[in-house]
């Protein structure tokens, strides 16, 4: 099977199968006083201290979560638990582990034709905002369908020159593009171990010293209060040693992959591009080709051995038409045909022409009329 699903799940790295490996057996709890305890201890704190060196924060400020999920969800909650006033912005780009999160009166922020949010419209709303409003922006860092990065170092300034916090959903630009929680000026970032190598079932939330945040998770008191439960000890070390292993790679590497595949799928067919005028994540291909329908590509492309997602793969195997797609005004009869091709640290060069090779070929069956000119 060739991979081309990485923004759905990377495969696990080598070091961290070690390291989760080795903690698993220690088997003590972290907060055991023993030396099995400490030793368990001492895994969890090193990973954390991976992760606050890789985003450029303080481990102090990072507390592991469950995944990607529940850190998006207890910033979110944990912050407009405390923030009086608030009103809420948020675009069509966010994962559903934001959107799902959204208050019903969340003010929409407009997307580009191009899969960037739109600044001008989020100043024109800040604008209006009323005396003692404290905006609250939801913007992730990099799209997970098209992997269009976006603009949130400037979206982040605007609402904190409004008095406001910024969250970050950083899920799937940890371990693929730089991230640097000071630099990009927001209040809370969350991560997710398994979109760079590292194992499923464990992320993080980093946030900013002051910012407001309402424990959700209440009970043993771990994670300085802030998220109770005994913490997934061999899951954050894998976490941990993922983190370090992503940063040695090069965006380059992998944009020449993905733009291997790209420049096969449309020498060959009039597939449409999404996001390609933009900054993208590296290794990541939104396409679409018209009356290809997403479902049968996916299936088709799996009955040629390669594995690869239509648009947002994290629920539940459904396939509807891409929310992403639709607020970057995509017709529908294009959208309902996109497909995401997402590389990653595994990936070889062959890799790009296999599932260049076994798209054409399904396209070509699919879709002849299309192919009819290069025929
Ligand atoms: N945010 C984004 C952008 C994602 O792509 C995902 C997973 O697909 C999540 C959040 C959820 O992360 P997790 O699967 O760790 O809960």
Redesign the pocket.
Same mark, same amino acid.
């Given at each position: 099977m060739i991979y081309c699903d990485y923004? *759905? %799940?990377a495969p696990l790295r080598p070091e961290a199968r070690e390291a989760l490996g080795f903690a698993l057996d220690i088997g003590a709890n972290p907060s055991s006083v023993h030396s099995a305890g400490r030793k368990a201890r001492g895994i969890v704190e090193k990973a954390r201290q991976s992760l606050a060196t890789a985003i450029g924060g303080r481990s102090e400020d990072i507390v592991f979560t &469950?995944?990607? %999920?529940?850190?998006?969800a207890l910033a979110i909650k944990g912050a407009l638990a405390l923030v009086e006033k608030p009103v809420v912005f948020v675009s069509g780009l966010?994962?559903? *582990? $934001?959107s799902a999160q959204m208050p019903d009166n969340a003010r929409r922020v407009s997307l580009k034709p191009t899969g960037e949010i739109d600044l001008d419209d989020l100043k024109v709303q800040l604008d209006a905002l009323e005396e003692g409003e404290v905006p609250f922006l939801c913007l992730?860092l990099?799209?997970?369908e098209t992997g269009v990065i976006q603009p949130v170092q400037a979206a982040a300034q605007m609402v904190r020159d409004e008095g406001g916090y910024t969250h970050c959903?950083a $899920?799937?630009a940890l371990g693929k593009i730089p991230v640097n929680v000071g630099l990009l000026g927001v209040d809370y970032a969350?991560f &997710? &171990?398994?979109?760079l190598g590292g194992p499923?079932? $464990?992320?993080a939330l980093w946030f900013r010293v002051g910012a407001p945040l309402k424990p959700q998770l209440i009970g043993g008191g771990q994670e300085r209060s802030i998220r109770s439960g005994t913490e997934n000890v061999a899951g954050i070390a894998g976490f941990g040693a993922a983190v370090e292993a992503s940063q040695a790679v090069t965006a380059k590497r992998l944009n020449d992959i993905r733009d291997q595949f790209e420049n096969l799928v449309s020498a060959a067919a009039p597939a449409v591009f999404f996001g390609k005028t933009c900054d993208r994540l590296p290794g990541t291909s939104c396409f679409a080709l018209e009356g290809f329908a997403s479902e049968t590509q996916v299936m088709a492309m799996d009955l040629g051995g390669v594995a690869v997602s239509a648009g &947002?793969?994290?629920s539940s195997g459904k396939v509807k038409t891409s929310g992403v797609l639709t607020a970057m005004q995509v017709e529908e009869k294009i959208a309902r045909s996109a497909l995401r091709v997402s590389f990653g640290w595994a990936s070889e060069p062959s890799d790009a022409i296999a599932a260049a090779q076994a798209w054409i070929k399904a396209a070509k069956r699919a879709v002849p009329a299309a192919f009819k000119e290069s025929a």
């Open positions: 923004n *759905a %799940t &469950s995944g990607g %999920t529940e850190a998006n966010e994962h559903p *582990a $934001v992730m990099a799209n997970n959903d $899920v799937q969350a &997710s &171990s398994h979109k499923q079932g $464990v992320g &947002s793969a994290c």
